[in-house]
């Protein structure tokens, strides 16, 4: 029987009954706690009884499954799952908000490690566009793509952003994503860059139910301003810009955009030093559109994450797993771009890389707010199977935000962010399209939603 985190929980019991003892076994006069008053103390605030715990621990068998389980926290902490057969009784007794699940099935909360979730305006036309035969890269050389959501960024205030952003989030969190990443890269101009990372923050920061880590992405596609001067953004973004997000602590990580389109590997390279001189962590959208090298690159710079990884060759999966890089697969961007070259997925397994799955939602290449959506993708697309699937929004999607010690799975003393889901087993996630199973979700220990 799989029992997760049994010795802080006896250890809490020790110290409850020796108290318990030691008062009792006084002379009235000087006994100090009534019996109720001993009732009311209580390890746990909350305990969750007769779930599937998908834990997804490894070692633990199938999704680190637990078929029969309950799951407590105290605080904002799990503080005990296991077994329903090793709940101790005495601790469940004088548990004071007892949840019966019924069966349901617990995950971690989910992650989102790869959105662009904070622009202005949207790309409707340019799909009508794409439809009728453009390609995003011509789009983009004449000035739309990218450049276009650039401008409606830099149009909008800071709270038409924060409205928009929220809005956006409300659909990912109704599925049960409980931490997100965020971008900035639609303003390529100091300003705008700050003002996008703000927004991302606060978004964060205005909402209990959601934790927002935040990543500058300066050297996502050249502004027009500097269309004669790459030499120059490229510096602005890694002196001025870096160094104002790095004051102004607006930044977890820096990420960059490696493609014939965007920026060549010297050029990211440029950001990268300064990032790292920093203390930065650091992550890059490689090899999507053609094989650049760019997971050999995230992989030097010791980079948390590389993106996409369509073009990826064998040599770069390798450098991937001497790094300890994440591979962050995004099959909505691969689909609305109706690409025909998938991500090396064999290679990956074989070399044991971590694989996370994200909705890269951005106006463009992946209009997407479902997370699970993304997950039915992985497995039809990009032939993940639906554990694998499952790991890449939760363990190694953690992983890719440097949060694994904090989050990913269930395991005590981690953060009790989790969702409760209407169904019986955690294969159907994948499985359904367009299903919400999301029966409920606690963030920090606490029920937040339905
Ligand atoms: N790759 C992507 O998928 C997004 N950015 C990037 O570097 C697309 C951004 C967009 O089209 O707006
Ligand atoms: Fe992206």
């Known amino acids: 029987m799989t029992e997760v985190g049994g010795n ?141 959501t650039v401008n409606a960024t830099r149009q909008a205030s800071e709270e038409e952003l924060l409205a928009a952003a929220k809005n956006r989030a409300e659909a990912l969190k109704r599925e049960g994503v409980t931490t997100m990443e965020i971008k900035s890269g639609y303003g390529l101009d100091v300003e705008t860059e700050l003002k996008m990372l703000r927004v991302a923050r606060r978004l964060g920061e205005e909402d209990p139910q959601l934790d927002v880590k935040t990543t500058f992405l300066g050297a996502h596609a050249l502004p027009p301003e500097y269309a004669q001067d790459r030499t120059a953004y490229i510096q602005l973004v890694a002196d001025e810009m870096l160094s104002r997000v790095y004051v102004e602590n607006l930044a977890d990580a820096v990420d960059g955009f490696c493609e014939g389109i965007a920026f060549s590997p010297e050029e990211i390279e440029q950001v990268f030093v300064r990032a790292r001189e920093l203390g930065m962590d650091v992550k890059l959208h490689a090899d999507q559109l053609s094989d650049l090298n760019g997971a050999a690159l995230a992989a030097r710079y010791g980079a948390l994450s590389a993106d996409h990884l369509e073009y990826t060759s064998e040599a770069g999966v390798d450098a991937l797993a001497q790094s300890g890089t994440v591979a962050v697969l995004l099959p909505g961007a691969f689909y609305v771009l109706k690409e025909t070259q998938k991500p090396p997925v064999e290679l990956l397994r074989r070399y044991q890389v971590p694989i996370a799955i994200a909705t890269d939602a951005n106006p463009g290449s992946s209009p997407v707010l479902s997370l699970l959506l993304m997950l039915n993708m992985a497995c039809m697309i990009f032939s993940l199977t639906t554990e694998e699937a499952l790991a890449g929004v939760t363990r190694n999607a953690a992983r890719t935000l440097g949060l694994l010690d904090d989050r990913g799975t269930l395991e005590a003393g981690k953060r009790a962010d989790f969702v409760i889901w209407d169904i019986a087993h955690p294969s159907e996630l994948a499985y359904m399209i367009g299903a919400n199973p999301c029966a409920g979700i606690v963030k920090n220990g606490k029920p937040v939603a339905r």
């Open 8 to 148: 802080r929980c006896n250890f809490a019991i020790c110290i409850y009954k020796s108290l318990h003892d030691y008062y009792n076994s006084r002379n009235d006069n000087f006994q100090l706690f009534s019996d109720n008053a001993m009732n009311e103390l209580h390890v746990w605030d909350r305990l969750w009884v007769n779930a599937r715990l998908v834990t997804m621990t490894i070692g633990h068998g199938e999704y680190g499954l637990i078929e029969s389980g309950a799951i407590a926290a105290a605080g904002d902490s799990i503080s005990w799952l296991g077994s329903m057969d090793a709940l101790p009784l005495d601790v469940r007794d004088k548990t004071p908000d007892i949840i019966d699940v019924k069966g349901r099935c617990i995950t971690p909360g989910l992650i989102d490690c790869h959105t662009h979730l904070v622009f202005g305006g949207n790309r409707a036309r340019e799909f009508e566009l794409r439809l009728k035969g453009a390609t995003y890269e011509e789009l983009l050389q004449a000035g739309g793509g990218i450049l276009s």
